[in-house]
C-alpha cells in the first residue's frame, strides 16, 4: 500500500495556501508507507500526483459559500462527491474536475478521500484568515484518524505517527 498525501494550493493567495501548509507540516512526521506532494492545484498534477498509489489523501482550501471555517471531508468511494458547486475549486480545473477526469479515464487510485476548510479570503497576502487557522487542528486530527486507520489495516499493528 502506498499513501500519497496531496497538498493543494497557492502560498500567495491566503487561505488558498491551506493544502500547502498541511502537506510541509506532515512531510515532518515522516509517515511509513506515505508520501507528501505539494501540488499548484492544476487538475493533471493531481492525478500525476497520485499516479500508483492506493490511497490518496486530497487536502484544499474550498469556496462553496458555507460559513469560513467549515471543515469537510469527502469518501469519493463512500458518497457521491458535490462536483457542482461545494467542492468548487479556486484552481479553475482543480480537485473535483481532476476527480471526474481520474474516473472516467479509471486512474483513480482505489480510495480517495478530500479534506476541505472552507475558505475566507483568497486574496493576495500570505497568512490564513482566523477562522481557516482555528480549523485547522480539526482537519488534521480527521486526517491522523484515517491514516492510523490506513496504516493499522496495512501493518495489522497500530502505529504511533505523531509523536
Given at each position: ?20 501548509i498541511?502537506?510541509?507540516?506532515l ?10 506532494i505539494e501540488?499548484d492545484?492544476e487538475?493533471t498534477?493531481i ?5 500508483g ?18 471543515v ?13 458547486g ?5 484552481h479553475g480545473?482543480g ?16 480510495r ?8 475566507m479570503?483568497f486574496?493576495?497576502?500570505?497568512s490564513?484568515?482566523?477562522p ?5 487542528p480539526?482537519?488534521?486530527?480527521q ?5 492510523r486507520s ?12 505523531f509523536?
Amino acid at each position: 500500500m502506498d499513501i500519497r498525501i496531496i497538498g493543494v494550493g497557492n502560498e500567495y493567495y491566503s487561505d488558498d495556501a491551506l493544502g500547502l501548509i498541511i502537506a510541509r507540516s506532515l512531510r515532518d512526521w515522516q509517515i511509513p508507507h506515505t508520501q507528501v506532494i505539494e501540488c499548484d492545484g492544476e487538475g493533471t498534477a493531481i492525478i500525476d500526483a497520485w499516479e500508483g498509489a492506493t490511497i490518496a489523501l486530497i487536502i484544499d482550501a474550498m469556496a462553496s459559500g458555507a460559513t469560513p471555517g467549515t471543515v469537510f471531508r469527502f469518501d469519493t468511494y463512500a458518497e457521491t462527491l458535490p462536483l457542482d458547486g461545494l467542492l468548487s475549486s479556486t484552481h479553475g480545473f482543480g480537485v473535483a474536475e481532476a476527480l471526474a477526469l481520474a474516473c472516467a479515464l479509471h486512474r483513480l487510485p482505489l480510495r480517495v478521500l478530500v479534506y476541505a476548510i472552507e475558505g475566507m479570503c483568497f486574496a493576495f497576502g500570505h497568512s490564513l484568515s482566523p477562522p481557516v487557522a482555528q480549523a485547522l487542528p480539526g482537519l488534521i486530527t480527521q486526517l491522523e484518524r484515517d491514516l492510523r486507520s490506513f496504516l493499522l489495516t496495512r501493518t495489522g499493528a497500530y502505529q504511533n505517527l505523531f509523536l
